[in-house]
């Protein structure tokens, strides 16, 4: 299983662009990797889903070096609505692998005004 | 369209009564997720159906916890003789499991969850 590694917590302020690293040095070659937004009191948010290089979509970016032990959620100019946990996933997305199940405890981000 | 639901939304019982917790998947979708969150932690993975086979159970955490889905749909999340350990949010989530290979989303999409309180 594809473990990984996140900071517990960051804080930010509004407007700022808040960058979050994961690290998954054991990463297979059929793995994605994969992050989700949760907010208080409800269930976890697909945010995007990368394998290598650059994803952009209309909430987020995420950066994934060559090696991809490690991969970067990029959020531009965040506000205040964007307090929440957000995970880390690495795993085979061909359906049903235990790597898609392993969560963690995520990291808390903070924004302040 | 319907997203994943879950029923009821809060569910307080007594300990060591038996509780029954419902998941209705997004249509179509074949796996369906089993996880617990307690207060301020991670998620916590219980059980993963493909179809209406479990093949992964590894996550229960004792034999009072059982889950059963049937017609490839519903799952229900059977907790007997409950404990107040047992008290946290149970979510449930479905994805569609599509074929391998690059470039298929298997994205989980989350039901809003069940949070049970044992006394």
């Known amino acids: 299983l594809a473990k990984t590694t996140q900071p517990i917590s960051m804080d930010s302020y509004e407007g700022q662009e808040v960058n979050i690293t994961c690290s998954h040095n054991?990463?297979?070659?059929?793995?994605?990797i994969t992050w989700y937004q949760q907010f208080p009191s409800q269930g976890p948010r697909f945010i995007i889903q990368?394998?290598?290089t650059k994803v952009t979509n209309e909430v987020a970016s995420l950066f994934i070096p060559a090696d991809r032990k490690s991969s970067t959620l990029s959020l531009p100019r965040v506000s205040l609505s964007d307090t929440a946990v957000y995970y880390c996933?690495?795993?085979?997305?061909?359906?049903?692998?235990?790597?898609?199940?392993?969560f963690g405890k995520g990291t808390k981000l903070s924004v302040k005004p | 369209g319907a997203g994943v639901s879950q029923s009821p939304s809060n569910k307080v019982t007594e300990k060591g009564k038996d509780v029954e917790l419902r998941c209705d998947p997004i249509?179509?979708?074949?796996?369906l997720y089993w996880y617990r969150q307690s207060l301020g932690q991670g998620l916590e993975f219980l059980i993963y159906?493909?179809?209406?086979?479990?093949?992964?159970k590894s996550g229960l955490p004792s034999d009072r916890f059982s889950a059963e889905r049937t017609g490839g749909s519903v799952s229900t999340l059977t907790i007997q003789r409950t404990q107040q350990e047992d008290s946290a949010v149970y979510l449930c989530?479905?994805?569609?499991?599509?074929?391998?290979?690059?470039?298929?989303?298997?994205?989980?999409?989350f039901g809003p969850g069940t949070r049970l309180t044992v006394l």
């Open positions: 989530a479905s994805s569609l499991v599509g074929t391998s290979g690059r470039g298929v989303s298997d994205t989980q999409y």
């Open positions: 054991n990463i297979a070659t059929n793995d994605y």
């Open positions: 990368g394998y290598k």
């Open positions: 996933l690495v795993g085979d997305i061909r359906g049903g692998s235990q790597g898609n199940l392993i």
């Open positions: 249509s179509g979708h074949t796996a």
């Open positions: 159906f493909q179809g209406n086979s479990a093949p992964d």
